[in-house]
């Protein structure tokens, strides 16, 4: 199969694009196409100072390699969550993420939760949960929490996760099956500041499949981190994928086509604000002084309370 741009072999063929590109190309248009999402949906400029989510695997850490070739200015964030065990997975992604802004002389930002709040997130949910669920819940709680308070603390203007497409996909599938309008007024590719305390956030790679981000950060000589973190094994969120894969695989396209339609809807008026309960509900938590919906303390200060 030849390049589409240059007649040499391709290295990947992107069926529900009907493009076939070289190393080169390819290596060239991803980052054309994240620039035309920030500009489509406004995300931030080359003024604002941005603050990365690092996991240490291969979106994210593509991610911000993509916006340092554009030329933003962006810090990254590593949230250590102390999920070791017989894996070390925590170990190794915290090693794969500073291995890479060493090569490029960035700066990472680095939170260790179980060092900063006396816990790891395992032990966390063990407290909260008494061992009737996974961690996930509490980790993407205890994420967002630091994500937002290191954003705020560093003064920066906006925070970039790496989320792509088959993540926005596999959410949305998940909140219309289960018809949440409060998940699905949320769901955008920016995130407004929209109430006191909250910064900003992006996607960038919303329209970016997941498999030319893995082709992405290969060609690129991005090293990450490759298993799923151990406690992801059975979620909900994996298995919507799959089933998209399946239609996918059908229907090349059919993915992207699902996400853009949906964005086009919203933008159309198919949900109001209103349709969001929590958002009248925000305040300040008297702890930590960030914004919350629950009632009193946040749902991140109960958590880590001793006990």
């Known amino acids: ?67 340092w070739r554009l030329g933003y200015q962006a810090d990254g964030l590593y949230i250590g969550l102390g999920i070791d065990g017989g894996s070390h997975y925590s170990a190794q992604s915290q090693q794969y993420a500073e291995a890479f802004a060493a090569e490029r002389g960035l700066n990472l930002n680095i939170v260790s939760i179980p060092e900063t709040y006396g816990k790891t997130i395992p032990k966390i949910a063990e407290s909260t949960l008494r061992g009737r669920a996974k961690p996930c819940s509490v980790c993407g709680i205890a994420k967002r929490h630091i994500m937002n308070r290191i954003a705020r603390e560093g003064e920066y203007h906006v925070l970039v996760t790496g989320h792509n497409l088959d993540d926005e ?14 998940y699905l007024v949320r769901q955008w590719p920016v995130l407004e500041a929209n109430r006191p305390g909250l910064v900003r956030k992006a996607k960038p790679l919303c329209r970016i499949y997941e498999r030319e981000m893995a ?69 300040a938590c008297p702890t930590c002084g960030q914004p919350t919906s629950a009632p009193g303390e946040c749902v991140f200060c109960r958590m880590i309370k001793p006990g």
């Open 1 to 67: 199969m030849k390049c589409r741009k240059c007649n040499k072999k391709a290295v990947i063929n992107m069926r529900q694009h009907k493009l076939a590109l070289c190393q080169t190309h390819f290596l060239d248009w991803i980052p054309e196409q994240v620039q035309r999402c920030i500009e489509k949906y406004h995300m931030f400029s080359k003024q604002e100072r941005l603050l990365v989510a690092v996991s240490g695997g291969k979106d994210s850490l593509s991610l911000w390699d993509i916006l």
């Open 215 to 283: 082709a992405y950060a290969l060609l690129r000589g991005i090293e990450y981190v490759y298993d799923e973190c151990p406690y992801s094994v059975g979620s909900t969120t994996l298995y919507y994928k799959e089933i998209l894969n399946r239609l996918e695989a059908d229907r090349p396209g059919a993915k992207l086509n699902f996400y853009l339609t949906f964005l086009d809807a919203k933008k159309k008026g198919l949900f109001s604000p209103q349709a969001d309960p929590d958002l009248e509900q925000i305040h």
């Open 169 to 182: 996909a596999a959410v949305l599938l998940g909140n219309t099956l289960n018809w949440i309008p409060g």
